[in-house]
């Protein structure tokens, strides 16, 4: 074993301790916790390799390797909220994130039209949306939408999108004051 390799066990351990610690803590607050937790697991640490794959790709600027990975997570059967909870679709919500920031910073690269970026979105947030539990994944990507309509000339919807992104992050920001008072 490499000692790169030897120094990343202790982090995927802490990872895997870190996202079966969380899983417990939203069962305790009532939140929807999820009916099948190991499958949550299991895709929080496919969904980190991928991540790390996608980083490496972009330091290599192979852009275009790093969105076909990304969309090739598309392709994968996600969980629904009833067996992922919360949870799976927050990380759905991350990939679909991080795609569309990956396309719309790289139009030339696997170029997309705004309307199927439009369609990737919607396909990303789904129906649920609005019933997840207020986090970063989701307003990013509801800001996104909102970049993604502006594109489009769809100023009305776009302004929609970014204030329930914007809603969203003051959510996120009073729960951190109130956690974390200055």
């Avoid at 790169?4 to 079966?20: D, E, H, S």
């Avoid at 990975?69 to 969980?79: F, K, N, P, Y």
């Avoid at 919807?157 to 920001?173: G, K």
């Amino acid at each position: 074993m490499s000692r790169r390799a030897r120094g990343m066990l202790p982090v995927a351990l802490g990872m895997l301790l870190g996202a079966l610690a969380m899983l417990v803590g939203l069962a305790q607050a009532g939140r929807l916790a999820p009916g099948q937790p190991d499958k949550v697991v299991a895709l929080g640490q496919l969904l980190d390799a991928e991540h790390r794959r996608v980083d490496l790709l972009v330091e290599r600027d192979d852009v275009a390797g790093a969105i076909a990975a990304l969309d090739a997570l598309r392709e994968q059967q996600w969980l629904d909220r009833e067996s992922g909870g919360d949870v799976a679709v927050q990380l759905r919500h991350d990939v679909y994130g991080r795609l569309l920031r990956l396309r719309i910073d790289n139009p030339k690269v696997a170029p997309v039209p705004a309307a199927a970026l439009l369609d990737i979105a919607d396909e990303g947030l789904g129906e649920e949306y609005r019933d997840v539990d207020t986090n970063p994944f989701t307003a990013r990507l509801a800001a996104l939408r909102g970049e993604i309509l502006e594109q489009l000339d769809r100023d009305d919807d776009a302004l929609t999108a970014y204030e329930e992104a914007l809603e969203m992050n003051r959510v996120l920001l009073e729960r951190e004051l109130e956690e974390n008072p200055p």
